[in-house]
Nanobody, 127 residues
Framework: QVHLVESGGGAVQAGGSLRLSCTFSESPYSRYCMAWFRQVSGQEREGVATLDGDGTARYSDSVEGRFTISRDDDKNILYLQMNDLKPEDTAMYYC?????????????????????RGQGTQVTVQS
């Protein structure tokens, strides 16, 4: 089973930027449905961005235009570039993945891959 490790979280001022990284233990190229989701303690998880095996990216309304999901297949890394951060973006961020199964499409937001996830990285946005 693939292992995921997130990094890149931290504390920033509102309007600032962060780039989160998720390192896969094996090449994810075209083999996994991938996603970033976030969770605030005591609240439901929220999918913020997904990336299908063919490279199609989708975003939640709350981050559309501010966040960008991408992957580096040479480095086995999934990224989440977060710009114009807002206090409401404060949460623990996780990357997750589902293996792609023949003829079954990747989940679409608000659903997102959940089979494998990392340990999370905290993002705190100060007003």
């Amino acid at each position: 089973q693939v292992h995921l490790v997130e990094s890149g979280g931290g504390a920033v001022q509102a309007g600032g930027s962060l780039r989160l990284s998720c390192t896969f233990s094996e090449s994810p190229y075209s083999r996994y449905c991938m996603a970033w989701f976030r969770q605030v303690s005591g609240q439901e998880r929220e999918g913020v961005a997904t990336l299908d095996g063919d490279g199609t990216a989708r975003y939640s309304d709350s981050v559309e235009g501010r966040f960008t999901i991408s992957r580096d297949d040479d480095k086995n890394i999934l990224y989440l570039q977060m710009n114009d951060l807002k206090p409401e973006d404060t949460a623990m961020y996780y990357c997750s993945a589902d293996p792609i199964l023949t003829s079954i499409p990747c989940p679409r937001l608000p659903r997102f891959p959940t089979r494998v996830r990392g340990q999370g990285t905290q993002v705190t946005v100060q007003s």
